[in-house]
């Protein structure tokens, strides 16, 4: 019967001081949120694929977890399949508009039959989702921040989780560039709440845009951003190499090269109107940074770069992206991001819908405080104040009606439950669980009403009433 | 391109208000579960399979959601098919140590191929992979909360839903009673503070033990229970059919019926010893009560009452069980249940570790305040407690500055974020997220620094310096 048991590759159980240190990430970002007027909102774990299929590339929709449908449909299918493949008489009911063998049907037809329902991929798609779906209940501007996990079928590796939780905040139903300057001071205050100095990287779509009209090749936008968006992973040349395969000519890719160069600095601005002949599109971006610039003030905790280079690989941004990247520690990877979407909506049939949202990144967060050792020493495994050891039946059942009478004082405390003559056992206990205070309950405890109180840190131990013990624990 | 959006059957989304009752709810749990010293414990949304399957019997299985397996494993099952029905050589290390056509294969094992996890059923049999996995790490006794979400595939109905959360707490590796007396209390302390009144009941399983023992039959233990836990749905008659039906004779249904018949009492334990001969299971069923009883005391804010008919479906159970039902409302539910289990870990090659643990249904326990109305007034949709309004771009830059010195008061405070000439428009938005506060800014403001701060409550207006206004919003 015995099984050796495990979890899920890519999955991971979070023990008592993990968990309380990722709440602490979360209430610190959620604080942060709420301050600013977003409201919380909660989707299903499961949404239908169709909701999630084709949102996020071909690569995005290979990484969906896909839940099997009820029923033994695996079974049926077989059945079919043989009858098909013997001529037999075919159940129009179970595979409507098809008859014939399984296999000439395409994956993704075939696939209907066996699931349907899908994991969040993220919380953008869902929202948008949502507000489709809730468009006559919501006042907008609807400002909404979530918190919760997503899974993505990725390849398992360092930094990198199937299951991980994003805290996302957006703005839908204003064009207003006041949200952008809004979410750059979320991102700034909630990072300089925990601890983490951080670069906000800030670019705008219509540059790339402006840049691919002056190369003559504006249908070549799609190509030019994600070549662009693999700069920091893969170097220049590799960029180069990938514009030419792309049918780039080296004109245009010289053109995109001194794009690349342009020191991070609103300096550059000039420089870059240059290079995309000051058109249209370049104008716009001009306008929309200027703007949000000016919003945002010069009172920052951290740095706002413009970084020209910053393309981010989703389709659905069309005006300001961003991208935070923690500065100390090894860890160099980005810990946020988002961007300004016109038309996200629009795929669930509710068009002219703007939004603009940024998202945290809660588990490379941790690592990154973890690494860099920003907790409070405060979080420890056990919410416990003080544990009551004893010898016998007695003794403890003074010590429960004294740990009750401790509780009422909203103080967290406990009662070893077992009877055992080892006090050592009872005071391992308190020391794997980081109790601050032990007391033992002996008869001359219980005849005086006098507690031991040990303080597990100090090592000092001294004879209090319960007043006293109290009034100890609370300061 | 545009579809019409939906969610899963049995999922919903909870909008802003929904979202922070259900926070409400989980605080004041988490508040109890931590005032008695238990350690917060997370466990991946998905499980192995092999760690899920056979733990809820074979209904549970049913309503197990299972994961596809990643890559197009249908089509090259369906292949695999083909190729065994047409005699050609079959991929060995496809499908090791089996040849032949697929619905040869039995329904668990063909399974495999496409669904190696599922989503959580309950916390419970998580908890108890998470113990063995970690047994070296732990310090037992081990007291853990869990508060997460789980899924079955059931058929959606009021009040069930496909994804809900659960917030259990268990102590595991004690055999003392005093934690069957904490966990009592644990229910007691939360349902108080949340407002509804219950009762809180309980039996022992080996007073069930007891029973079939008298009636001769032991071996009938997991059918007597089963039939006794349908008593509240399907009545006395039909409890007495289907004992009827698995076998037992009048004269042990005679019994039964006389243990169904017991007052819920302290008082009843004379008759249960005598329907019972005061056999072994019911002396030691006796003795669990009293010390549990002993330990829990006089002092709850609910009634504890002694159930004889509680059986409780699950079939790990061994000692006390428990189970909550609200008293107000037309939702006679059960919001919470659990009980003593003396061997969970064994399944998984930890024998000996007993355990004895509790359940909230979060869901339920929402439904149940909803209709008693027992939320606070002062859970809004928006944190926002003022929002400053205007008519052009200079009063927005000036709403925004002042805005921004009020957040450092710690005050939620926003600007409207379009510019719009219409007042209204603005307004209505405060109104419709329950903001209390509004300060229109307009020419007059501006050059006087002073605001006119509308209660949108009460209708008052007055004209305020910044500081009054930090004042009158902070009161």
Chains 1, 2 share one sequence.
Not at 6 to 27: A, C, H, M, N, W
Not at 331 to 345: A, H, M
Not at 399 to 417: G, S
Not at 421 to 435: E, M, P
């Amino acid at each position: 019967m015995a099984q050796k048991p495990s979890i899920p590759q890519g999955t991971r159980d979070f023990g008592p001081k993990e968990v309380q240190r990722r709440k602490y990430i979360l209430q610190i970002i959620e604080s942060v949120f709420k301050k600013s007027g977003f409201m919380p909102l909660e989707t299903p774990s499961m949404e239908n694929l169709s909701t999630l299929t084709g949102k996020y590339g071909d690569e995005g929709d290979q990484l969906l977890f896909k839940i099997l449908n009820s029923g033994d449909y695996f079974k049926k299918l077989i059945e079919y399949n043989e009858k098909a493949l013997g001529h037999e008489e075919l159940d129009p009911t179970f595979l409507p508009s098809f008859s014939g063998k399984l296999s000439d049907l395409d994956s993704k037809r075939s696939l209907s039959f066996i699931a349907e329902k899908g994991l969040r991929y993220d919380l953008t798609v869902p929202f948008a989702r949502y507000v489709v779906m809730n468009r006559n209940q919501i006042s907008f501007p609807f400002k909404r921040y979530q918190m919760q996990p997503v899974w993505r079928a990725d390849r398992p590796q360092k930094g990198r989780y199937r299951e991980f939780w994003q805290c996302d905040a957006d703005v839908v139903g204003s064009n207003s560039l006041l949200n952008e300057a809004e979410l750059i001071r979320i991102y700034d205050e909630a990072f300089a709440l925990l601890g983490i100095p951080v670069f906000i990287k800030m670019n705008n779509r219509k540059f790339l845009t402006a840049l691919a009209e002056a190369c003559g090749a504006p249908e070549l936008i799609g190509a030019i951003t994600v070549a662009i968006d693999k700069l920091d992973k893969i170097g220049i040349e590799k960029v180069e190499e990938e514009l030419k395969e792309k049918g780039l000519t080296s004109n245009q890719i010289e053109k995109i090269k001194a794009y690349l160069l342009l020191p991070k600095s609103t300096n550059s601005l000039k420089d870059l109107g240059e290079i995309c002949g000051n058109n249209e599109a370049f104008q716009k971006g001009l306008e929309e940074v200027n703007t949000i610039l000016d919003f945002t003030g010069g009172d920052l905790n951290n740095q706002l770069e413009l970084d020209f280079s910053l393309a981010r690989g989703l389709s659905y941004y069309t005006g300001a992206i961003f991208e935070v990247v923690a500065i100390s520690g090894t860890l160099k990877s980005s810990i946020g991001g988002g961007g300004r979407y016109d038309n996200l909506t629009g795929i669930f049939g509710l068009p002219d819908v703007s939004g603009v949202g940024i998202s945290f990144g809660l588990d490379r967060i941790y690592d990154v405080m973890e690494e860099a050792k920003l907790f409070p020493e405060t979080i420890r495994n056990s919410p416990t104040k003080i544990i009551f050891c004893h010898f016998d039946e007695k003794g403890r059942k003074f010590a429960y009606d004294t740990c009750l009478k401790i509780r009422k004082e909203n103080i967290a405390a406990e009662v070893f439950p077992d009877i055992t003559k080892k006090i050592g056992k009872q005071l391992d206990y308190a020391n794997s669980l980081g109790i601050p205070y032990v007391a033992i309950i002996g008869d001359d405890e219980m005849r005086d009403q006098i507690f031991s109180l040990k303080n597990l840190e100090t090592g000092i131990q001294q004879k209090v009433s319960l007043v006293e013990l109290i009034n100890t624990i609370q300061s």
